[in-house]
């Protein structure tokens, strides 16, 4: 069963809005914590927000905003203010507790092909 | 350096021949992985090095896999008698010793994009 679950493999935005990308999870590990990666067309994959299954409040970054709601397991990004240079591959992905300050396991969705337009 | 740096960025090669891939990770940090990424796919993760311990190779899909890394320095992906379905993009990400804050992050390079005809 997949472990970590993105159910939009294409998305399209009108640049200057907000748009969530889906992320659901499954885990029984009480302490876990959750990543978001941007791939652009250049290949890199590059780190956008982090949330901890324990933290408060839901992380921010930028434009970058996570709505994590724990209990449907469920870990959505939120971009405001979309730009054209927010087209990529977003990918969620979550490292659990028995790999906790490694990352090697980290377990990846399949990721969203996001595409912005002027 | 200032990021990760991989070569060659692009690699085509016939089936039955070795390939190397190459990783220069951020100065200072000592954690380096390898992962593989086949189209339309997550991440694969394949192999892990941390300082001088011994290397995590538990994702290595074959034992035509190998990787090195002398100290904490730059890495090698070897692949030898490369089959078809070893076609993918071989990314490497690097981060700081797992017990020091800010260990969380990876940052990746840009990836070597092998297909093999």
């Known amino acids: 069963a997949q472990k970590i679950t993105q159910t939009q493999p294409g998305m399209f935005v009108q640049e200057k809005e907000a748009v969530t990308l889906d992320c659901t999870y499954d885990t029984s590990d009480p302490s876990y914590g959750l990543f978001w990666y941007k791939q652009p067309s250049s290949g890199e994959m590059i780190f956008l927000i982090y949330q901890g299954s324990y933290d408060q409040q839901n992380a921010t970054e930028g434009r970058y905003s996570l709505n994590f709601q724990k209990a449907r397991k469920s870990a959505n990004l939120v971009i405001s203010a979309s730009q054209l240079g927010d087209s990529a591959m977003y990918f969620c992905?979550?490292?659990?507790?028995?790999?906790?300050?490694?990352?090697?396991?980290?377990?990846w969705g399949l990721g969203t092909s996001l595409a912005v337009n002027p | 350096g200032a990021g990760v740096s991989q070569s060659p960025s692009n690699k085509v090669t016939e089936k039955g021949k070795d390939v190397e891939l190459r990783c220069d990770p951020i100065?200072?940090?000592?954690?380096l992985y390898w992962y593989r990424q086949r189209l339309g796919q997550g991440l694969e993760f394949l192999i892990y090095f941390q300082g001088n311990s011994a290397p995590d190779k538990s994702g290595l899909p074959s034992d035509r896999f190998s990787a090195e890394r002398t100290g904490e320095s730059v890495s090698t992906l070897t692949i030898q008698r490369t089959q078809q379905e070893d076609s993918a993009v071989y990314l490497c990400?690097?981060?700081?010793?797992?017990?020091?804050?800010?260990?969380?992050?990876?940052?990746f390079g840009a990836g070597s994009r092998l297909t093999v005809l």
């Open positions: 992905a979550m490292r659990e507790r028995s790999n906790a300050g490694n990352n090697r396991k980290l377990i």
């Open positions: 990400a690097s981060s700081l010793e797992p017990s020091r804050a800010g260990a969380n992050v990876l940052t």
């Open positions: 100065s200072g940090h000592t954690a």
